[in-house]
């Protein structure tokens, strides 16, 4: 194995400092947006069966989403990241089963060009969601994580993924170094996967050289 790091990078909750997804449900769609999020997160639901019931309740123009989307914090310690890796010619993608919509907003706002996949969020006499990065064999999310991480692997690359939630999982097992925190740790501890716990990308940045020096 190469030098080389391949970094994918979940988006909600882990380079924003909160869930956007979840934060946008909470202020404009319906009172049972959690009951139904918790069903996808049980894997009672798929993604796109809970972006459906979840955005047809939301009652927000185009205008006044931008501006919550541009509210809203990135992890501290990311900026720094990015550096680090822009410097040693690392390759960093944004894999999220989130919407493009925000992350385009969020990115721009802080003046980042980063490769990224995510489901589409458009209007269309309401809020409608498209999945162009489905797994037709495997539903359950939206962006299939774990096929785009075998699709863009490299070789002589290590692979690095950092997360923190449910449509973490898959991922991470596909990846030679894992960062986790909150639900993603869980699961790692629960299957035996080696993981690196974080709280922020500070912390990411101070492990992450002495980790690729022991792989290499």
């Given at each position: 194995m190469g030098e080389k790091l391949i970094i994918f990078m979940d988006f909600d909750g882990t380079i924003s400092r909160e869930d956007v997804c979840n934060k946008m449900a909470a202020r404009y769609a319906g009172r049972d947006w959690e009951e139904i999020n918790r069903l996808w997160e049980e894997g009672v639901i798929t993604t796109g069966e809970c972006a459906s019931r979840i955005l047809s309740s939301m009652e927000v123009g185009a205008a006044e989403l931008e501006a919550f989307f541009q509210?809203?914090?990135v992890d501290p310690g990311f900026s720094s990241f990015l550096d680090w890796v822009r410097k040693k010619q690392h390759l960093p993608i944004i894999l999220s089963?989130?919407?493009?919509?925000?992350i385009k907003s969020i990115l721009r706002g802080q003046g980042w060009e980063i490769e990224f996949y995510a489901n589409k969020l458009y209007w269309n006499d309401g809020w409608r969601m498209e999945s162009p990065y489905l797994d037709e064999e495997c539903p359950q999310c939206g962006v299939c994580k774990s096929k785009i991480i075998r699709e863009r692997s490299l070789p002589g690359y290590l692979t690095v993924y950092i997360?923190?939630?449910y449509s973490d999982f898959c991922p991470a097992a596909s990846c030679d170094i894992v960062f986790a925190k909150n639900e993603l740790a869980g699961y790692c501890r629960k299957e035996g996967l080696t993981y690196y716990p974080y709280r922020d990308f500070h912390d990411?940045?101070?492990q992450l050289p002495g980790i690729i020096r022991?792989?290499?």
């Open positions: 509210a809203q914090e089963d989130g919407y493009d919509r925000y997360g923190d939630g990411i940045l101070q022991n792989k290499v």
